[in-house]
C-alpha cells in the first residue's frame, strides 16, 4: 500500500521520500508502443479501408457533438468551470483522496492503494481469487487497459469477460482498444459481423451487418454472462470525495448490469478521477456527454456509495492508481494532461488521428490527449516519438471540454525529449548563424546552392528527402528580402 | 504610421514577393515602412522542435531589435504566433523575468498582416485588383492560435476582379507542421493530399493564405502533381493594382512566378 501522492515503494509512515516520483513500470500495461509513431502510422496510412472507417466515424461524431455543444450558450463558462475545478483539484489531491478514502470506507467500502500496475493487477486478481470465482465481466474503463489487468487476469486462471460492445468486438477480434470512447472504431460493421461470426459462441450464421442486427446478437451473447457472472470490475470517471460516490457513465446499459447484478464489484480508478464535491458533478454531467458522444444528456449514468445493504453488490472495493499520475503532476506545465475526463473530442477532431488511427500511438490513449499523456506516465524517453506526432494545428485545445492546452504541453515535451544527436548539432548551429546577421545573409546566399540538389530539391539526404518524397521544394529566388531592400 | 516590418526568415530567403508585397501594399496605402536589419528568425523552428534553450537567444535578439518599434507587422500567422505565444514561454523557462515582460510587450505590438490591415488601419479595402479565381486557406496557426478569424475574407472580397470560392474543409490542417513534414512525413503527406483534394476541388487556378510556410507546403505539393494550381501570398494579392496588371512584361496581376 502506498499513500496517494508519494512514489512507488513508498511506505507511508514517517517516512521521507527524496527525489521524483516514479513513473508506470516497463513491461506491464499498455502504455508504450513497439516502435516509434512515424513507423506505425506509415503502415496504418497503407490501409485503406482503415482510412475510410476512420474518416467516417470521426466526421460523424465530430459533426453530432458540435451541432449540440451549439445549443449551448455558456459552453465557453463551462469549459473555464471544468478547468477550474480540476486545477483546484490536482492543487490538493493528496487531501482529496484521504477524504475520498474515508468516506468509502465509512460507507461499506474497501480502499486499496496502488503504486501502480503491477499492484493495481495483484490486488484485483487476489481480490477475485477470495471471491472463488474463475471469470468476471468488465465495464467499459481505461484504466485497467493501461494496466493490462485482462492479461493479468488470465494469467491467474480468471476469464475477463467486456461486456461494452465495441470492447467485446476488440477482445472477441484478439485486437487493441485504437480509440478511447468508441474502441472498435477501426473496424467497420462488415468487418464485426465477420469478427461475431468467427468468435461468438452460438451466434446465428444467418446474421447480417445491420446495426441493430449485431447489437441484438451482442445483447444475446452478453445475457448470459450477466445473469451468471457474480464479480464485476470497472473504471470510474469520476468520484466524489466529499460523498465517496463513484459514477461511471456509459451508453448501453450494459455498464449498469455489471454495477447492479453481480456480488462483488471491483473499480480501478486512476487517482486524479477525483472531484471535490457533490456539486462539482453539475459541471461535468454536462461537459462530457456533448463533447464525446454528441449527446444532451449521458444515458446511463449509474452512481453508487459504498454498500446498500440489500441492494445492488454487497462487497465493493476500490482501487486508487498512481502508475506515474504523481509523476505527471509533478510537471509544472504538464499537470494539466490530468484533468482529462476520457471524452475523446481530441482525437476526434485531430488531422493526425483522423489518418492514422489509434493503434499507431502503441498506447491504450491515442490521439492528442495520448501524446501529451503517455510519455509522461512513462517518462518521455520511453514514447520519444509521441510528442511530435502533432502538426500543433490547436484543434485539439479548441475541442477539449476542460480547456487542456495539448499544443503547449506536446511542445514543453519536445524539450524533455532525447534529440538525435545530428539534428541537435545542426540546431545548435542554426541557431548560432541566425543570431549573427553576417552569417545568416551568407547562409542564406547559401540556400541557393540548394539547386545543387537537382531541379526541385530531389537529390537531397534525409531528413530533407521526407519533403523531398511529396513536395517540390520552391526555387530559390534571385535576390532575398534583404538583398532587394538594400538595393531599393 | 511607421511600420516596422518583422519579415520572417522564410519570407526573406525564399519567398521575398511576399515581403516585398507587404512593403509596397503598406507603401501604397501612405505608410512608412522601416526593415530592421539585425532581425533573422523568431525561433519557432527551434521552440517546437525541442529546443528552446537554442531559441533563447533568437528570441533575446528579436526582442532587442522590434522593442524600438510602435508597431510591427509580419506576413505570417505563425511567426506572430511564436512571437505572442511562446517567446515569454521560453524567456520565463531560462528564469529570464525581464526578457519575458518585453517579450510581452512587443508581442502585443506586433500584428499578423490582416490583423493591422483590419484592425489597427481600419481597412478592408486596399484598392487592390487581382482577376483571377482564388481559394482561402486559413492557416491553423493564424486561425487558432492568433485567431484572425474572417478579416483575410473581407480583405479578400475587397479586391477588385476576384472571385472568391469557398474552401471545403477549409479549417482542416494542410499537414505542414514545421519540422512535422520531415519528422512525420508520411502523415503530413496524407494531410496534405485532402488539402490538395480539396483545393482542387474548387476548381480555383490560385490558393491563398497568410502564411509562407503552408503555402510552401501546399504549393510543394500541388507544382509535384503538375495540378495547374498557383499558391500566392495573401500580401501579393493585396498588394496587386490595376496598374500593375497594365504594367509591360508582367503577368496578369503584377504577381512574380
Redesign the interface.
Known amino acids: 500500500m502506498t499513500a496517494p501522492g508519494r512514489p512507488a515503494g513508498a511506505t507511508g509512515d514517517g517516512t521521507t521520500f527524496l527525489g521524483m516520483p516514479a513513473t508506470a513500470p516497463p513491461g506491464v500495461g499498455h502504455l508504450r508502443g513497439d516502435e516509434p509513431f512515424p513507423a506505425a502510422a506509415r503502415r496504418a496510412l497503407g490501409d485503406a479501408q482503415l482510412r475510410r472507417n476512420l474518416r467516417h466515424a470521426t466526421t460523424t461524431i465530430r459533426d453530432k457533438s458540435g451541432a449540440v455543444i451549439g445549443e449551448v450558450p455558456d459552453w465557453q463558462e463551462l469549459r473555464a468551470a471544468g478547468r477550474a475545478i480540476k486545477t483546484d483539484t490536482m492543487a490538493r489531491l493528496p487531501e482529496l483522496l484521504e477524504q475520498l478514502a474515508a468516506a468509502v470506507t465509512a460507507a461499506g467500502g474497501t480502499v486499496h492503494w496502488a503504486a501502480d500496475a503491477v499492484e493495481a493487477n495483484r490486488i484485483v486478481a487476489d481480490l477475485v481469487r477470495a471471491t472463488g470465482a474463475d471469470r468476471v465481466m468488465k465495464v467499459k474503463s481505461m484504466a485497467t487497459q493501461e494496466i493490462g489487468l485482462n492479461e493479468a487476469l488470465e494469467a491467474a486462471g480468471i476469464e475477463p469477460v467486456e461486456t461494452d460492445l465495441a470492447e467485446l468486438i476488440v477482445q472477441l477480434g484478439r485486437d487493441k482498444p485504437s480509440h478511447i470512447l468508441v474502441p472498435a472504431i477501426h473496424r467497420n460493421r462488415a468487418e464485426i459481423r465477420e469478427i461475431f461470426l468467427r468468435e461468438m459462441p452460438g451466434v446465428d450464421p444467418g446474421l447480417t451487418d445491420e446495426p441493430a442486427a449485431l447489437a441484438a446478437a451482442a445483447r444475446r451473447h452478453l445475457r448470459e454472462t450477466f445473469l451468471s457472472t457474480r464479480v464485476a470490475v470497472s473504471g470510474a470517471n469520476f468520484a466524489v470525495a466529499e460523498t465517496g460516490t463513484v459514477a461511471v457513465v456509459e451508453s448501453e446499459g450494459n455498464g449498469r448490469m455489471c454495477l447492479t447484478l453481480p456480488e462483488t464489484l471491483i473499480t480501478v480508478m486512476g487517482i486524479e478521477k477525483v472531484i471535490p464535491t457533490w456539486r462539482d458533478l453539475e459541471v461535468f454531467l454536462q461537459l462530457l456527454p456533448r463533447a464525446s458522444t454528441g449527446e444532451r444528456m449521458n444515458p446511463y449514468t449509474s452512481m453508487w456509495t459504498g454498500v446498500t445493504p440489500g441492494d445492488g453488490p454487497q462487497q465493493v472495493h476500490l482501487v486508487l492508481l498512481d502508475n506515474g499520475r504523481s509523476a505527471v503532476l509533478a510537471d509544472e506545465v504538464g499537470r494539466q494532461a490530468l484533468h482529462c475526463i476520457r471524452c475523446s473530442a481530441c482525437l476526434n477532431v485531430c488531422p493526425v488521428y483522423e489518418r492514422t488511427g489509434g493503434h499507431a500511438y502503441g498506447s491504450v490513449y491515442p490521439g492528442p490527449i495520448g501524446a501529451v499523456l503517455s510519455p509522461q506516465l512513462t517518462g518521455v524517453a520511453d514514447n520519444a516519438s509521441l510528442p511530435y506526432a502533432s502538426s500543433l494545428c490547436g484543434a485539439c485545445y479548441d475541442a477539449c471540454p476542460v480547456m487542456i492546452d495539448i499544443p503547449s504541453i506536446l511542445v514543453h515535451l519536445r524539450a524533455e525529449a532525447p534529440h538525435p544527436r545530428a539534428e541537435a548539432a545542426t540546431m545548435a548551429a542554426a541557431a548560432y548563424t541566425m543570431d549573427h546577421p553576417a552569417l545568416y545573409a551568407a547562409a542564406q546566399r547559401g540556400a541557393r546552392l540548394a539547386r545543387l540538389a537537382g531541379p526541385r530539391g530531389r537529390g537531397l539526404p534525409p531528413p530533407l528527402s521526407g519533403w523531398t518524397a511529396s513536395r517540390d521544394l520552391p526555387a530559390p529566388p534571385p535576390q532575398t528580402f534583404r538583398e532587394w531592400w538594400v538595393e531599393r | 504610421m511607421r511600420i516596422a516590418l518583422f519579415?520572417t526568415?522564410l519570407?526573406?530567403?525564399?519567398?521575398?514577393?511576399a515581403?516585398?508585397a507587404t512593403v509596397r501594399l503598406l507603401e501604397r496605402l501612405g505608410h512608412e515602412v522601416v526593415?530592421p536589419?539585425?532581425?533573422?528568425?523568431c525561433?519557432q523552428?527551434?521552440?517546437?522542435?525541442?529546443?528552446?534553450?537554442?531559441?533563447l537567444?533568437?528570441v533575446r535578439?528579436h526582442v532587442r531589435v522590434f522593442a524600438p518599434y510602435d508597431v510591427v507587422v509580419a506576413p505570417s500567422g505563425s511567426c506572430v504566433g511564436s512571437v505572442r505565444h511562446?517567446h515569454a514561454?521560453v524567456a520565463r523557462?531560462a528564469g529570464d523575468e525581464r526578457l519575458a515582460s518585453r517579450a510581452e510587450e512587443v508581442g502585443a505590438r506586433t500584428h499578423e498582416l490582416s490583423e493591422l490591415l483590419v484592425d489597427v488601419l481600419g481597412l478592408t479595402d486596399v484598392g487592390a485588383y487581382f482577376p483571377h479565381r482564388v481559394t482561402y486557406h486559413p492557416t491553423?496557426?493564424s486561425?487558432?492560435?492568433i485567431r484572425v478569424g474572417d478579416k483575410p475574407l473581407r480583405l479578400l472580397r475587397a479586391v477588385r476582379g476576384l472571385e472568391l470560392v469557398e474552401l471545403p474543409q477549409a479549417?482542416?490542417?494542410c499537414?505542414?507542421?514545421?519540422?512535422?513534414?520531415?519528422?512525420?512525413?508520411?502523415?503530413?503527406?496524407?494531410?496534405?493530399a485532402d488539402k490538395m483534394r480539396n483545393v482542387l476541388a474548387t476548381r480555383a487556378d490560385v490558393c491563398t493564405a497568410g502564411d509562407a510556410s503552408c503555402l510552401?507546403?501546399i504549393?510543394?505539393?500541388l507544382?509535384?502533381l503538375r495540378a495547374g494550381v498557383r499558391t500566392v501570398h495573401l500580401a501579393e494579392i493585396l498588394a496587386s493594382t490595376e496598374a500593375d496588371a497594365r504594367g509591360a512584361g508582367r503577368d496578369a496581376a503584377g504577381v512574380a512566378r
Do not use: I, W
Open positions: 519579415v526568415c519570407a526573406d530567403t525564399l519567398f521575398p514577393e515581403a516585398k526593415f536589419e539585425d532581425q533573422t528568425c525561433g523552428m527551434h521552440v517546437n522542435t525541442g529546443y528552446p534553450d537554442e531559441a537567444r533568437l535578439r511562446q514561454t523557462r491553423c496557426h486561425l487558432r492560435m479549417e482542416q490542417c499537414g505542414f507542421g514545421g519540422t512535422f513534414a520531415v519528422k512525420n512525413a508520411d502523415t503530413s503527406t496524407a494531410m496534405l510552401m507546403h504549393g510543394g505539393g507544382s509535384r
